[in-house]
């Protein structure tokens, strides 16, 4: 009988185990820091109907419409957001954006460059759409990223770096797009005599699905992410898949605007609403979630209406998209055409007219030498703004024109006219002013081109991870597959590996479509670093290619040396910088903050990708502990020695506003605030307002005041030379102590900016003196004229405050947030303030769940509240706000964590070695994939060598998805 051994693979779920954020989506980063923490970046709240009228009243023929007012921003990771780490070492930057009152959100970044394995992603605070990822392969040489709309009035942008990559990463977003109406909702929905192109045979429209093909090539797309048309793929004499895509000259689309080009695939209606109806007028469901971002300009001939963009990445792979065929001909068409467009931007419809065109001029009059196709009217469907730039094909599904606009509407018999692509065809008779240059590039003569189907265009080959990182000399294993568009058997090769380093495919030749398994050996035999790497797949006719990373440590971290603050420092700062010696080649060091030398009461136990962290605001009066210590794969180095810091009674701070830039609008009088919120209790003793930073066209129309959480407002500045100064911009510090006066700074205007330096505010800072510090401060800007603008850039407030006898009533969570299972107990220990006394009393409540079943314990020596779930059974996956509320001694405080509940982990699918598999090597190499998107804290791999898993040979726990086993004591099996 053959011996066999047999392999079960576990997952673990452990409560408690990490405090890492299970985010409901896969694609996101898990980190220790909720999006409740994540800075975010507040602009100013923008008048929707006022947009909205002013839209209408501008519309016009020739003239784009408008959904989204641009608005100027200044913003990267260095100077925005928030870091984090995931537990193998990713660094993650995110950044909320609101923009109140938006129906949507959609950004244009102006430096887009990301190392291997790094990607960018986007989506809304709950979760519900998500953008992304965006990676190396989407930034092209222009620079640019332009994105998608996301809906609502808030987005989180999520940035996700490999290890020791932090410094080689260009992002920089310079416009955030605030819709006013809707994208999909412009100012009205479409008519309801259009017909939708899902509609067919079965709907009483056989006539549709003649035509289900060149229905594919038609996208919606917004440019500059403000305005919208209606455009299509075309094909060209080559049939070589280059992504041509025709609209109007009119919609705007040039070379400097190109690159902000989103085209959105598939938008249609998931049913055939009847015609007429009012299903047919009212909101569709079509979804946003198919696109392509990016253009190139090729060529733009105005006299026919035509511009000529090439996208700059194959289109979406999931677009299911059809080159369109076309007709130069000097022919006019006497029979019926057809015209798919989107409607106002809603999803997209279809119209036909049964007795073809005739030849005429932009007004839609007929001429027997103009540059347009007249359709006289619609005998089905209709146009309407938005539609301009659609195709009009001929019965053969060949475009022979571009939608320019008419007076076509739902209720009447009017004309379209349509500029004709057989003037387009020379047009002005250079590469930039016609199509025959680029959809004839070999001058083959050709004047009707067929269409093709997207699907012989996607060679592609995916690997899956793109990067991984390893301890040596483990073994790395991807998997990578390869699409079903090669004709033959594909054959894999690797590239660019560093010498020592060994590939190896399981199958090096497979099917199209097929995957197989790549494994990069002899990690031992080269440094500790990240190298790429690149894998071909050939067919002999086809080829495609992937770049993959593997980052390697050859040994374990060693301990950090601490730098700063020196042992037993006195510091005034409600938040002191801990700093650290570099250690090489890690990707995270972990931060522990206590109130004991024996680290058993934490205040902080956090991760940092770099060597320094910025503690949060801590309680003056107080002495903390702190250590560090280092990770990279090959595992976790010591503690370092500790180090103690006291905070006096009196500490001191800076604080940044992080609500800024806020915009300053140009449109009349108005005022903007800004605000900041100091949570340290206690008695000002000093104050400034440093840094105000301020871009503005005529600075002297500006005022300021600063309001203290208790009512009392002082003028800082007041229009500079009585508002005479007609020079740009701000940048002062306002001190109470400044040599230079109130009067001085009226009296100053001269460069650029046209005030800077540091003065003394209009009413003195002293005024605050002796109240309250906690609570919100308000920077209040007001714009005393009209038609100049600007941004409020940032400020600092510096406060000195003495906490001297003041109540200790913190309360800090030893771990926030925390990752539970739903079926485990939990114990959540919080540590509180001297007073509330010994016997605190504690209520939990959240806006969602239930978790009042808890038992409370606290003992006194240590200051620690222990709260006790049995599990949460009553409740599903999700994230919850836990708002825990301490009583004692008189006193009440409240603070909130977040409890990410989780379920257990889906089975993982067994990958290598393959069933019934001969290995002859007693060092085996297993590996596996996840199941499903919940995350996972460890993998138990169980070797049996009966099928029921009776005998247990051996079982081994790795947080990977793979394991080397030693089998040389089971040979034979």
């Not at 053959?2 to 694609?27: E, H, P, T, W």
């Not at 037993?568 to 080649?585: F, H, K, M, R, S």
């Not at 005022?703 to 740009?728: A, D, K, W, Y």
């Not at 040599?739 to 505010?761: E, I, K, L, R, Y």
Request: net charge negative; proline share 5%; hydrophobic share 40%.
């Amino acid at each position: 009988m053959k011996n066999m051994a047999y392999a079960l693979l576990g997952l673990i779920c452990f409560g408690q185990v990490s405090s890492v954020i299970a985010q409901r989506d896969a694609r996101l980063a898990p980190t220790k820091m909720s999006l409740q923490e994540v800075a975010i970046l507040q602009l100013a709240p923008l008048d929707n109907e006022a947009l909205l009228d002013a839209e209408l009243a501008a519309r016009k023929p020739g003239r784009a419409p408008h959904f989204a007012q641009s608005r100027a921003v200044d913003v990267s990771p260095d100077t925005h957001g928030s870091w984090a780490l995931t537990e193998d070492g990713q660094q993650v930057w995110r950044l909320r954006i609101s923009s109140p009152g938006a129906k949507s959100l959609n950004l244009g970044f102006d430096a887009f460059k990301l190392p291997p394995a790094a990607q960018l992603l986007l989506y809304t605070p709950d979760y519900q759409t998500i953008m992304g990822p965006f990676t190396p392969a989407d930034q092209e040489e222009h620079g640019e990223l332009w994105t998608p709309i996301i809906p609502g009035d808030e987005l989180v942008i999520e940035l996700q770096l490999p290890p020791a990559s932090r410094n080689s990463y260009q992002l920089h977003l310079k416009s955030v797009n605030h819709d006013f109406v809707g994208f999909g909702d412009i100012a009205a929905l479409s008519g309801s005599c259009n017909v939708d192109v899902v509609c067919g045979a079965a709907d009483g429209f056989p006539l549709i699905d003649r035509y289900r093909d060149v229905i594919q090539s038609v996208g919606v797309y917004s440019t500059g992410g403000e305005t919208f048309c209606t455009g299509f793929l075309v094909s060209n004499a080559r049939q070589d898949c280059t992504p041509f895509f025709m609209t109007a000259n009119h919609c705007g689309l040039r070379v400097n605007n190109a690159p902000s080009l989103v085209v959105y695939w598939n938008y249609n209606n998931s049913t055939c609403r009847p015609p007429n109806s009012a299903s047919s007028g009212a909101a569709g469901d079509g979804s946003l979630a198919d696109f392509n971002t990016g253009a190139i300009f090729r060529a733009a001939y105005e006299p026919s209406d035509m511009t000529l963009v090439e996208l700059d990445d194959p289109v979406s792979p999931t677009a299911d998209a059809w080159f369109a065929g076309w007709d130069a001909r000097d022919l006019i068409t006497t029979d019926t055409v057809l015209c798919v467009h989107h409607p106002n931007t809603e999803e997209k419809r279809i119209s036909f007219e049964f007795d073809g065109t005739s030849r005429a001029n932009g007004f839609g009059n007929d001429d027997p030498l103009g540059n347009f196709l007249r359709v006289s009217d619609w005998d089905i469907g209709t146009t309407e703004g938005g539609s301009s730039g659609s195709p009009l094909f001929n019965k053969e599904g060949w475009v022979i024109g571009k939608l320019t606009g008419g007076r076509a509407a739902c209720g009447n018999d009017e004309y379209d006219v349509f500029g004709w692509l057989h003037i387009s065809w020379t047009g002005g008779g250079s590469s930039s002013s016609s199509l025959r240059d680029w959809l004839d590039p070999d001058n083959t003569g050709v004047l009707v081109q067929d269409g093709y189907a997207q699907g012989q265009c996607d060679f592609t080959l995916t690997a899956n991870p793109v990067q991984q990182s390893l301890c040596a000399p483990d073994v790395a294993v991807f998997q990578v597959t390869a699409s079903t568009a090669f004709s033959g058997m594909v054959n894999l090769s690797v590239s660019g590996l560093a010498p020592g380093l060994q590939a190896a495919f399981v199958n090096p030749i497979i099917m199209p479509g097929g995957t197989t398994a790549l494994q990069i050996s002899g990690t031992q035999n080269v440094a500790s670093g990240t190298y790429t790497f690149a894998v071909t797949a050939s067919d002999g006719d086809n080829s495609a290619s992937t770049e993959m990373s593997l980052s390697i440590d050859t040994e374990a971290a060693t301990a950090p040396a601490l730098s700063a603050p020196v042992e037993g420092a006195i510091l005034t700062d409600l938040a002191p910088e801990l700093v650290w010696t570099t250690v090489a080649e890690v990707f995270a060091y972990d931060v522990q903050l206590a109130i004991n030398p024996e680290f058993t009461n934490l205040v902080l136990d956090v991760n940092s990708e770099a060597n320094v962290f910025q503690c949060p605001t801590l309680s003056g009066g107080d002495t903390y502990y702190w250590r560090v210590r280092a990770r990279n794969a090959c595992g976790t180095s010591e503690w370092s020695a500790s180090r103690s810091f006291t905070l006096e009674s009196e500490v001191c701070g800076g604080i940044l506003a992080g609500d800024t830039p806020v915009d300053i609008g140009s449109g009349g009088p108005n005022t903007i605030e800004s605000s900041i919120n100091v949570n340290t209790q206690g008695v000002i003793t000093s104050i400034r307002l440093r840094d105000l930073d301020i871009t503005h066209t005529y600075i002297g129309d500006l005022s300021g005041t600063l309001r203290s959480p208790s009512g009392t407002t002082i003028q800082l500045f007041n229009r500079v030379q009585n508002g005479s100064c007609g020079r740009n911009n701000m940048l002062v510090t306002l001190d109470d102590a400044a040599s230079q006066t109130a009067a001085d700074m009226q009296n100053t205007c001269t460069g650029n900016p046209a005030v800077s330096g540091t003065f003394q505010p209009v009413d003195p800072f002293s005024t605050f003196l002796e109240e309250e510090a906690s609570g919100e401060w308000t920077l209040t800007i007001r714009d005393n004229a009209s038609d100049d603008g600007g941004i409020l850039n940032g400020w600092v407030l510096d406060l000195c405050v003495n906490t001297e006898g003041l109540p200790d009533l913190s309360i800090t969570p030893q771990t926030n947030p925390i990752t539970q299972c739903l079926l485990d107990n939990l114990d959540l220990v919080l540590l509180l303030g001297e007073d509330f006394g010994d016997n605190p009393s504690v209520s939990v409540s959240s806006p969602r769940g239930n978790f009042d079943h808890f038992s409370s314990t606290f003992a006194s020596d240590t200051r620690t509240l222990t709260l006790s779930w049995a599990n949460f059974a009553d409740n599903p996956a999700d994230i919850y706000p836990l708002n825990i509320t301490v009583s004692g001694q008189g006193n009440t405080n409240s603070t909130t964590v977040d409890l990410i509940l989780q379920t257990a982990p889906d089975a993982a699918t067994l990958q290598l070695p393959e069933q019934d598999e001969s290995v002859a090597s007693t060092n085996v190499l297993f590996s596996w994939t996840a199941g499903g998107s919940m995350p996972v804290t460890a993998y138990v791999l169980q070797l049996a060598s009966d099928e029921s898993f009776a005998n247990i040979m051996q079982s081994v726990e790795t947080s990977t998805t793979q394991a080397n086993v030693d089998l040389s004591l089971a040979t034979g099996v």
